[in-house]
């Protein structure tokens, strides 16, 4: 059974910094390699919105909200995927999702983390 394990939100203040890790089981290195790796969030009474993205090929693509300040990264061989956020608002404050995507299947064979909980303030 793959499983997604989000780890290192929490409270920190506007311009504060955050690294969200994504730990991911069930899966062999092979398969883990071939899947596209991404974040989304979801902030209270919004829908959830893509963030930002590290493929098979590590190829990297950021919403335009997060350009700039997040970075993601993967470890293949620690089959993770960590975002790095820097220089963070009252606006990024979300449930903050890990994603992956096998290349070539379905959205169907989509896996998801549980989510955790990243909130910006004073």
């Known amino acids: 059974q793959v499983q997604l394990l989000e780890s290192g939100g929490g409270l920190v203040r506007p311009g504060g910094s955050l690294r969200l890790s994504c730990l991911v089981s069930?899966?062999?290195?092979?398969?883990?390699?071939?899947?596209?790796m991404s974040w989304y969030r979801q902030a209270p009474g919004k829908d959830r919105e893509w963030v930002a993205t590290?493929?098979?090929?590590?190829?990297?693509d950021y919403a335009d909200f997060v350009k700039g300040r997040f970075v993601v990264s993967r470890d293949n061989l620690n089959h993770s995927t960590h975002l790095q956020m820097y220089n963070l608002r009252p606006a990024d404050t979300a449930v903050y999702y890990c994603?992956?995507?096998?290349?070539?299947?379905?959205?169907?064979?989509?896996?998801w983390g549980q989510g955790t909980q990243v909130t910006v303030s004073s």
């Open positions: 994603h992956g995507h096998p290349v070539g299947r379905e959205s169907t064979y989509d896996v």
């Open positions: 590290k493929d098979h090929g590590h190829v990297t």
């Open positions: 069930g899966m062999s290195s092979m398969e883990f390699a071939l899947h596209d």
